[in-house]
């Protein structure tokens, strides 16, 4: 029997790497869910605009920009933290989602509602970063190169080490 398959190209003479977990993953993240929700924001507060004026899309931006500043606090803490201890960059998401809730509900009661504030459009101005952020995450997420294991070294004597 023979095959029918067409020999293709060929691969290249350069040498494949092994792959590596995702350096900076926090700020990659950073990065592609700011992208994502700023431009999610900006065509709200245009639409925002059409319906409500000026107020409506500023109001919009208020919302979005308090999430994508709630949001951005927890993944730069996740960078920081997890260059040193990555296992314990979860246990500071933790407890920086708890300081984060209570400081800004304290300063929005402090501070109150402006006069200008549109509160519908700056609900879904909040509502659409937060969609688009989270998708974002996810999507980042799902493409990172995490390492499960701790592959041992062959010179600190792991299992593929040759013996002495």
Known sequence: MSSNA???RTSGSGSVGGSGPTRSLWLKLLA??????GAALLLTAVLAFAFNGGYGALSSLFGGALVMAFFAISLAIGHFVGRNNPSGAIGMFVATYFVKVVG????????????WLHERWFLIGAVVCVVAWQAAEIIGFGKARLQIYNDPDPQEGGTHAQPR
């Not at 592609?32 to 929700?37: E, G, I, N, V, Y």
């Open 6 to 8: 067409e020999s293709g």
């Open 32 to 37: 592609l869910s700011s992208a994502a929700a």
């Open 104 to 115: 800004f509900a304290v300063v929005l009661f402090v501070l109150g509602a402006p006069a």
